[in-house]
Each structure stands twice: as structure tokens, then as C-alpha cells.
């Protein structure tokens, strides 16, 4: 059964920083992972979609990589701003083609 | 292109009641997949449709079910609603296309139950 991981839960970094959020999960045999974006109360945006043959894919201040092989995806935030305070979701899509959800970062970037 | 929506975006009702939630997808989007969310569980797949058939079915009981129109908009049921079932309810729209599939998100409608 896939189970999908995120470490830190929490994070607090002042802003300017450049950071690393932590996916892994526990079968290899995905389709693809996807970050998203929450914020408070609402509904989910895609940030990035990694398809299995790709190891990495970049949006602006975001890139996403993905090692199948050792069940892991990292996502590097550059030059944090405020406004990149959310909860940051990973979810694989496995072979019975169902997303598989991450519990979620939860960000806050300090001014 | 319009996002995908959801209505309605808040609702309360009563252990016991049913209730119906809508989700209209982006346009030319023929799946739609509908998600729970609660603190304790986090995310958790209900089922999706993909041409007015559901194609996958999360682990749910049969109180929740779902439908799915010719114009691609979908539906979903609860019925003898439970304090349990006040969550956040997610729709995401995509292509259909399997496993390449991106998926995009609505709103959410939040259910309370009380």
C-alpha cells in the first residue's frame, strides 16, 4: 500500500531564504507526483507535475525533483517571499491512477 | 478558460440530513475526481467520474455517492449525514487521460454537520 510522507511538518524561515520541502513515499511504481499549494481554507493549487521519466521540472522560483528509484521528491523554494506562507502538499498518482496524499507542509515565511 | 467551481461553497445541516454538492469542471475536462479533506485523515480520495461512468472508487462507505452529467458536471451525495462527514469537499477536474492526467482544483464546498 502507498504511503506518502512529508518532512517538516511545520516550518518557519525568515524571508529571503532559500528551502527545501521533503516527499517521499514507499512504492516506486508511480505514474507521476504532483506539489500543490493550499491556502488557508481554500482549495488547491498545482505548482508542479512531475511525470515518472522526468527527474525534475521548474516553475519561476520553484523546481520540483523526483527520484523514483530511492522514493523521493524535493521541493526548492528560492528567495522565499511572504506570500509563499502556505501548507504545501505532495501527492503521487499510483497504478490504480488515485492520488495519493502527503499530510503537507505548512510554511510561514517571517517578513 | 474559467476554473473549475463548486457550489455550494459553505453548507450546515443536520445529523440525518442528506445533501448534494456540485462540481462544474474546466471546459473540455471529461474526468472529475472528488477528494475529502478533514484535519485528522488529510486528503483522501472519494471516486471520479469519466464520461457519466465511474471509473475509481475510494474507500467510502456507500452513503456517499456520486453522478456524473453529459456536459461533464458531477455531483455528489451524502446521505444520513454524520458529525464524521463535516470536511472540506474537494473536486478536481482533468483531461482523463490516465496516468499523464494533471489534475485541477475547485474551491472546495465546506460541509459542517452538526
Known amino acids: 500500500k502507498q504511503e506518502v510522507t512529508q518532512i517538516p511538518a511545520a516550518l518557519s524561515v525568515p524571508e529571503g531564504e532559500n528551502l527545501v520541502l521533503n516527499c517521499s513515499f514507499t512504492?516506486?511504481?508511480?505514474?507521476?507526483l504532483q506539489w500543490f499549494r493550499q491556502d488557508p481554507g481554500k482549495g488547491l493549487t498545482s505548482l508542479l507535475l512531475?511525470?515518472?521519466s522526468q527527474r525534475e521540472q521548474t516553475s519561476g522560483r520553484l523546481n520540483a525533483s523526483l527520484d523514483k528509484s530511492s522514493g523521493r521528491s524535493t521541493l526548492y523554494i528560492a528567495a522565499s517571499q511572504p506570500g509563499d506562507s502556505a501548507t504545501y502538499l505532495c501527492?503521487?498518482?499510483?497504478?490504480?491512477?488515485?492520488?495519493?496524499w502527503g499530510a503537507g507542509t505548512k510554511l510561514i515565511i517571517k517578513p | 478558460k474559467a476554473g473549475v467551481t463548486q457550489t455550494p461553497r459553505y453548507l450546515i445541516k443536520t445529523r440525518g440530513q442528506q445533501v448534494t454538492l456540485s462540481c462544474s469542471p474546466i471546459?473540455?475536462?471529461?474526468?472529475v475526481s472528488w477528494y475529502q479533506q478533514t484535519p485528522g485523515q488529510g486528503l483522501q480520495f472519494l471516486f471520479e467520474?469519466?464520461?457519466?461512468?465511474?471509473?475509481n472508487k475510494g474507500n467510502f462507505p456507500g452513503r456517499f455517492s456520486g453522478r456524473q452529467f453529459s456536459n461533464s458536471r458531477s455531483e455528489m451525495n451524502v446521505s444520513t449525514l454524520e458529525l464524521g462527514d463535516s470536511a472540506l469537499y474537494l473536486c478536481?477536474?482533468?483531461?482523463?487521460?490516465?496516468?499523464?492526467?494533471?489534475?485541477?482544483f475547485g474551491p472546495g464546498t465546506r460541509l459542517t454537520v452538526t
Open positions: 467520474y469519466f464520461s457519466e461512468t465511474q471509473r
Open positions: 478536481a477536474s482533468s483531461l482523463g487521460e490516465g496516468a499523464r492526467d494533471e489534475q485541477y
Open positions: 512531475i511525470q515518472s
Open positions: 501527492a503521487v498518482k499510483g497504478s490504480n491512477y488515485q492520488l495519493i
Open positions: 512504492d516506486s511504481a508511480i505514474y507521476n
Open positions: 471546459s473540455g475536462h471529461r474526468s
